[in-house]
């Protein structure tokens, strides 16, 4: 199965800091995913991406979230003041334009 | 707004019995639904994937069917193994490439050995 990777796998922040988690997708896959999975809820979709620009995005992708492509390769999402209810696995997916999307392992985010 | 359920929310079952897990959505006008597999603190793994004009797929030992117009797709997995214990997730698209997930709350599937 196609491999995304996601960085770091353990973010430890202090509430109001600014976070960047990263995601390197399939190189080519055009679609590119970020959702969330607060400990014992379901996983929730919080954007997708195509093209260089948002495609959709849910309530939760407030302004506090941000998505960017920076370098063609890297994905990133950033969250600007987090808060503790931002504490959550966060999950990068790519599709290449087919139907199935290949998740990376995520990364553990704990807002103190 | 698609809500998608599972039921059970656990199962504990001892080795070699077939599993049942259960999925349900209320809109019909899917695209596709995949299964995935998690286990504890890790990432998930497509399992299977029915387009909505399919009724089942298999892989090895797993067989997913889906019903479109009751809203209901159930995966089965034959003489269970205790490498199968995970959580068990359902997602469906109501559109082509480029759409949102839309999950369940999973199974969580224990196997006795």
């Known amino acids: 199965e196609p491999e995304v990777t996601q960085t770091p796998s353990h973010q430890v922040t202090q509430m109001g800091q600014e976070v960047i988690l990263r995601c390197v997708p399939i190189s080519n896959h055009l679609y590119f995913y970020w959702y969330r999975q607060i400990l014992g809820q379901k996983v929730e979709f919080l954007v997708s991406f195509y093209n260089n620009e948002i495609s959709e995005k849910s309530e939760i992708f407030d302004d506090q979230f941000s998505v960017e492509r920076p370098d063609g390769s890297n994905f990133t999402l950033k969250i600007r003041s987090t808060k503790l209810e931002d504490s959550a696995m966060y999950f990068c997916?790519?599709?290449?334009?087919?139907?199935?999307?290949?998740f990376g392992p995520g990364t553990r985010l704990t807002v103190l | 707004k698609q809500e998608v359920t599972q039921i059970p929310a656990a199962l504990s079952v001892p080795e070699g019995e077939n599993l049942v897990l259960n999925c349900s959505f209320t809109?019909?006008?899917?695209?596709?639904l995949q299964w995935f597999r998690q286990d504890p603190g890790k990432g998930l793994t497509s399992l299977l994937l029915i387009q909505s004009s399919q009724r089942e797929q298999t892989s090895g030992r797993l067989n997913a069917s889906l019903d479109k117009s009751s809203g209901r797709s159930t995966l089965y997995i034959a003489a269970s193994q205790p490498g199968d214990s995970a959580t068990y997730l359902c997602?469906?698209?109501?559109?082509?490439?480029?759409?949102?997930?839309?999950f369940g709350g999973g199974t969580r599937v224990l196997v006795k050995p």
């Open positions: 809109d019909s006008a899917i695209y596709n």
């Open positions: 997916a790519a599709d290449p334009g087919g139907d199935t999307q290949y």
């Open positions: 997602a469906v698209t109501i559109k082509a490439a480029g759409n949102k997930l839309t």
